[in-house]
């Protein structure tokens, strides 16, 4: 069964840090992209950072370069988020994501559940 659990998230005043991280099992963790969405209030769900499988090269949306930063850990089976510097804007629920590839232009991967992050004073 594939598992995907997010914790971390929470209320943190403007400038603060939090460190969110997704627990995964159930499918082939090492060979996969583990990504890092946001879904604000209204709005869509957008990519904020990845990371791939092997060698590490990674993602990050503009508005969050510097201040994020995404880890995995394979033996471990995990991928962190490191939010530094937050912002009222960086309100959102955030989804832990893993890709397992594409087969003729479908993308296989899961979701998981979100976790909260509010930024506010």
């Known amino acids: 069964q594939v598992q995907l659990v997010e914790s971390g998230g929470g209320l943190v005043q403007p400038g603060g840090s939090l460190r969110l991280s997704c627990a995964a099992s159930?499918?082939?963790?090492?060979?996969?992209?583990m990504s890092w969405y946001r879904q604000g209030p209204g709005g869509e769900r957008v990519l904020v950072a990845s990371i791939t499988a092997i060698g590490g090269s990674t993602y990050y949306l503009d508005s969050v370069k510097g201040r994020f930063t995404i880890s995995r850990d394979n033996a471990k089976k995990t991928v962190d988020l490191q939010m530094n510097n937050l912002k009222p804007e960086d309100t959102a629920v955030y989804y832990c994501n893993a890709t397992l590839g594409y087969i003729r232009g479908v993308r296989y991967d899961y979701w998981g559940q979100g976790t909260q992050v509010t930024v506010s004073s």
């Open positions: 159930g499918f082939p963790f090492s060979t996969s992209v």
